[in-house]
């Protein structure tokens, strides 16, 4: 099991009681914008519009804001910026390989806050592509157990396209190739199974496994990232043991 997919699940968990609400707020209602402003604004005929809203709506962004945010991304009110996709690389402390994804109207307010965060917390920046090649981009569908039992979920989602069910405790997670991602989500909803976020990441084809001095190292860069107002989205290629995450949450 990744120890990304660990972090994921444990920030997913969080983000209900986080006190950083306003900025996971402010990023989801980013989402919306930017995917709709890509694929229109009817949620039914864009995918990536529809999981954004259902994401947004399951971490209790006002409804206001939501459809705000829709309406500006599809041209139906004024007030969208122009947002634009960077991906930093880098590397945390323990030789982890970090891929910073961002979204952001400013280049260069981007460029400094994501450097300043890796160089206080003792990561440097990397040329382009000397860390994404340990990366592959993959569809990933997390969803709570709620009684439901492995098998359960294989059978509803393997001729959809899902390529592996993995069990993350309280949740699982599903695997496939970005492109078979909508449509494992439409047989997730056909098959009456409710899910907590459909969207792309990149998953590390190696690991390094840390212990808990490496993890809390690790996790107090990727949350100094997160609070960057430009940072979408941050992996890294670190595994924990369960004693370890443990250990560091306690």
């Excluded at 890509?38 to 864009?46: F, H, L, V, Y």
């Amino acid at each position: 099991m990744s120890g990304h997919s660990k972090w994921a699940t444990t920030k997913h968990k969080k983000a209900a009681l986080d006190a950083k609400r306003g900025k996971l707020f402010a990023k989801l209602v980013k989402n919306i914008e930017v995917a709709a402003r890509t694929g229109g604004g009817d949620p039914e005929a864009n995918p990536t519009l529809y999981d954004a809203l259902q994401k947004a709506r399951k971490n209790s962004v006002p409804q206001d804001n939501i459809e705000r945010a829709r309406k500006r991304g599809a041209g139906e009110e004024a007030g969208g910026a122009d947002w634009e996709t960077i991906m930093y690389e880098g590397y945390a402390p323990n030789g982890v390989a970090v891929l910073i994804e961002c979204l952001t109207d400013n280049r260069n307010r981007a460029a400094s806050d994501v450097r300043t965060a890796m160089n206080r917390h003792g990561g440097s920046m990397a040329d382009p592509g000397s860390v994404s090649y340990l990366f592959n981009r993959r569809g990933v569908v997390l969803l709570p157990k709620n009684g439901l039992g492995e098998e359960d979920v294989l059978a509803a989602v393997l001729e959809a396209g899902a390529e592996e069910v993995n069990d993350l405790g309280d949740n699982y997670e599903i695997l496939s190739e970005p492109s078979e991602l909508v449509e494992v989500r439409k047989a997730l909803q056909a098959a009456g199974i409710e899910y907590d976020s459909a969207e792309t990441s990149f998953l590390a084809t190696v690991n390094v496994p840390l212990d808990s001095d490496g993890a809390r190292k690790l996790f107090k860069l990727i949350d100094a990232l997160d609070d960057c107002d430009d940072v979408q989205n941050v992996y890294a290629n670190f595994d924990v043991s369960d004693e370890v995450m443990a250990e560091v949450q306690g």
